[in-house]
């Protein structure tokens, strides 16, 4: 048995303290976790059943406010795992429920990066290029990224799209002048996302040569 001889607030994050044994340091925890748990200083406790307990504590509030987290938007596993880190939550507590959410089904990288590449390339019609630079913000591994953009973005569909987006932008265009046309309608399927071979290719289609 030992006893907790001072429970003293974090400097960096006052959502958090740092329990001390026998006047030397255990472990740091949420003050929620503390007040639940009832714990003060002068306290005789068991200090494996203690950091057992206080693990369970924090994996139960670390799941809940994952939860929080996903219901408002579809995060990747590196996104989880950044803001449940910057939570306070210690990278042990994150990784069991990380593997917990996978195991539910709630966490999937590569199902979110086909649902994301399908809906980028229908509704906003962008390229390959865009496309994964938006996943790689989203922080989904590379070889996922790879695999999926490999399996899900098609050459012709990608062209037509870059056609599409040429005529919609043309028509906005006021210049007459050819080069100048050649050159924002360049640059517009650039930014969407489209290789110079597909913009050459699709820029073709709608001016000509």
């Given amino acids: 048995m030992v006893i907790i001889t001072n429970i003293e607030e974090q400097k960096n994050n006052t959502n958090r303290v740092?329990?001390?044994?026998?006047?030397?340091?255990?472990?740091?925890?949420?003050?929620?976790?503390?007040?639940?748990?009832?714990?003060?200083?002068?306290?005789?406790?068991e200090e494996e059943e203690l950091r057992e307990i206080i693990n369970e504590e924090l994996y139960i509030s670390a799941k809940a406010k994952a939860y929080q987290i996903l219901s408002k938007a579809m995060q990747?596993?590196?996104?989880?795992?950044?803001?449940?880190?910057?939570?306070?939550?210690e990278e042990h507590i994150v990784d069991k429920v990380i593997e917990k959410l996978k195991e539910y089904k709630m966490l999937n990288d590569t199902e979110m990066a086909k649902y994301l590449t399908k809906s980028k390339k229908r509704s906003k019609k962008y390229g390959k290029n865009r496309i994964i630079y938006d996943l790689k913000r989203k922080k989904i591994d590379k070889k996922i990224i790879n695999k999926v953009i490999e399996e899900e973005v098609k050459e012709e569909e990608e062209y037509e799209n870059a056609v599409y987006l040429a005529h919609k932008k043309i028509k906005k265009i006021k210049d007459t002048d050819k080069r100048k046309i050649y050159q924002k309608l360049s640059y517009h399927l650039s930014y969407k996302g489209f290789s110079y071979d597909v913009i050459k290719k699709a820029i073709k289609e709608v001016i000509g040569e």
């Fill in 18 to 45: 740092n329990i001390y044994i026998n006047n030397g340091f255990f472990m740091g925890t949420f003050k929620e976790v503390v007040y639940k748990l009832g714990l003060q200083e002068g306290s005789i406790v």
């Fill in 76 to 89: 990747s596993e590196n996104q989880l795992r950044y803001k449940l880190i910057n939570r306070g939550y």
